[in-house]
């Protein structure tokens, strides 16, 4: 069975901080990746998302990144992280089939100070 | 105008209670369709998918309205564990033939003793 790993559960960075979350898929090969965020009281934006190695399409311009190294590893980066970048980050995979259903990992919640 | 938009809530209802939420789309090129369930601090996951004749799924009816544009999500008997928030969640054909999944913001449920 496929299953999604995202780790740290938690973090409280400074503003100015750089910043690497990493997201990892099992049991499935060449799946969609996608990190979201999610604002207190909001719902999921789509930051990121890539359909194979190395492929990338940004949804929003900021000053966060994305890369996949590697067929089910996705890692989000930043150089200086800003206030606003505070949230709740997700990872999630799809089999890429285009009527794809979403499986999410547990998440980041990441404090900005 | 948001491409999925959904009443935020909150629903408060009493167990036993039916409850529905609506959800409007923008996109009519749109092809599947979603309802995950968020709880407090957690992934969502997936409800159920929504097909066009409409589907069951034991206490939970999705129903979808291809020339309004709108899904719906119905819950019979209401149950304490019932209480999150339920997303609507639709795919969106991007600029180059891809689809993307757009997530509503949520409404959200409480249901009381």
């Known amino acids: 069975s496929q299953t999604i790993h995202q780790w740290p559960a938690t973090l409280v960075q400074p503003v100015g901080s750089p910043l690497s979350l990493e997201c990892t898929v099992e049991g499935t090969s060449n799946p969609n990746l996608y990190w979201y965020r999610q604002a207190a009281g909001r719902g999921l934006q789509l930051l990121f998302y890539s359909v194979g190695i190395g492929q990338i399409s940004s949804e929003v311009p900021q000053n966060l990144s994305a890369s996949r190294p590697q067929d089910r590893q996705f890692i989000l980066s930043s150089k200086k992280l800003l206030l606003s970048d505070s949230g709740f980050y997700l990872c999630a995979w799809s089999s890429g089939t285009g009527s794809e259903k979403l499986f999410f990992g547990s998440g980041t919640q990441l404090s900005v100070l | 105008r948001k491409e999925v938009e959904q009443d935020p809530g909150p629903f408060n209802v009493p167990e036993g209670a039916t409850v529905a939420f609506n959800c409007t789309y923008s996109n009519s090129a749109s092809q599947s369709f979603f309802w995950y369930r968020q709880d407090c601090r957690k992934e969502p996951k997936l409800l159920m998918s929504v097909y066009s004749s409409g589907n069951e799924d034991g206490r939970f009816t999705a129903q979808l309205n291809r020339a309004s544009q709108y899904i719906s999500l119905l819950i019979r008997d209401s149950k304490l564990s019932d209480s999150a928030t339920y997303l609507c969640?639709?795919?969106?054909?991007?600029?180059?033939?891809?689809?993307?999944?757009?997530f509503g913001s949520g409404t959200r449920l409480l249901v009381r003793p």
């Open positions: 969640v639709v795919n969106s054909p991007g600029m180059d033939s891809s689809y993307k999944l757009i």
